[in-house]
């Protein structure tokens, strides 16, 4: 388990690109390695990669999986690419963001960066069904960091889009600074919000039964999610 509070940048110093698996090699932040070993798990990107090999000081290989390179942004790396990093969570750590299990739900892409003075606001597009999941004031894990949604709206089709606003200390400490519009990036969702709204489409399913389209229907007509009603959201 991760925190979502990520604890610096590495930068890819090679790629051992095989059919079907990818070796990275990982320069670590300063501090970072401390009693880092062979099978431990890192949060690469919001990516939960396992610890190969350490063949120097501040230096780790991770393999990356036909699978992983299939859903997620890892097999698009390059030398010099930038990840955030953090490692798993001990027993009685502070979780100052929210757990985080590494596991990657679906892409976001960019789709607008502002800068108002000393903040720094990205707007992401979330493709359907995602946006049921993702409330104003809730939380989502971007790219392996634990964000606080600002503002968030639905599309009819179940698509849309949510914004962070970031102070200049997670600039310093994530490569958020360096994404432009467009970049893709790995979102995982708040897991109890998403227990919560699939528990209330279950009863909505089970009581409505074959009303539940149709009023679906309706609702996404006037650019409303039915759980939202329940849970009293907008």
Known sequence: MFTGIVQGVARVESIDAREGLHTLKLKLPEGFDGELAIGASV?????CLTVTERPSPDVALFDVMAQTLRLTTLGG????SGLNVERAAKDG???GGHPLSGHVDVSARIAEIRKPDNNHVIRFA??????????AKGYV???GCSLTVAEAQR????????EVWLIPETL???????????????IEIERSTQVVVDTVRDALDEKLGPLLPL???????RGIELTQLTLGRS
Do not use: Q
């Not at 359907?128 to 993702?134: E, I, K």
């Open 43 to 47: 949060a690469c990107d919001g990516v």
């Open 77 to 80: 790396l390059k030398p010099g």
């Open 126 to 135: 979330l493709p359907a069904p995602w946006m049921r999941y993702v409330f």
């Open 141 to 143: 894990g971007v790219n």
């Open 172 to 186: 310093r400490m994530t490569t958020f600074g360096d994404k432009v519009v467009g970049d893709a990036v790995h």
């Open 215 to 221: 009023l679906e229907e309706l609702a996404k007509e």
């Open 93 to 95: 750590a502070e979780i």
């Open 155 to 162: 599309e009819r089709d179940g698509s849309g889009w949510f």
